[in-house]
């Protein structure tokens, strides 16, 4: 019976997980991870001790990059502490906003925040997109992360 429940458990986080990639606020890979702990310590799966260290390494260098590449996008279009700062509160208010939000909020943010730092278009829009870039970028990393363990997870309960 509590492998029934590690099981469901197992496959809710890893659900959780792939939209935690696409969502903010939930931590995408962390929760996949989570979902391959829960089938280890199942009858319906067995990893290798050295196949989770690899996962949690993964999960670890994953979740650091989702904070630094945004920034090094930023940085490496020219953009300043301003627009770096901008794009992260454009993030947090795009969340309200939906999906849409999400992805046009880290631009806006930098975009205003490099404007009102230096009154030029032009650098304001490079910021932006560099901050866009390194967002989607990080979106793109947790997203491949989780689907590698999520493939694991099912490949794992199916054998």
């Known amino acids: 019976m509590s492998d029934y429940i590690l099981l469901i458990l197992g496959i809710i986080l890893m659900l959780a997980g792939i939209i935690g990639c696409l969502v903010p606020v939930l931590p995408g ?93 032009k650098y304001a829009l490079k910021a932006g997109f560099g901050s866009l870039l390194g967002f989607m970028t990080g979106i793109g990393l947790k997203l491949a992360a989780s689907c590698v363990m999520t493939f694991y997870f099912v490949k794992e309960w199916i054998a």
Request: avoid cysteine; proline fraction near 5%.
């Open 29 to 121: 890979p962390p929760l996949s991870f989570l979902g391959i702990i829960l089938l280890h310590f199942s009858r319906f799966g067995e990893f290798s001790n050295s196949a989770l260290i690899v996962f949690a390494a993964i999960t670890v260098v994953v979740s650091v990059l989702d904070y630094v590449v945004p920034i090094w996008g930023t940085k490496r279009f020219g953009g300043s502490k301003y627009g770096t700062r901008g794009a992260t509160i454009g993030l947090i208010i795009g969340i309200f906003l939906g999906p849409a939000g999400i992805i046009i909020g880290p631009f806006a943010g930098a975009f205003v925040g490099e404007l009102l730092f230096k009154d030029d278009m």
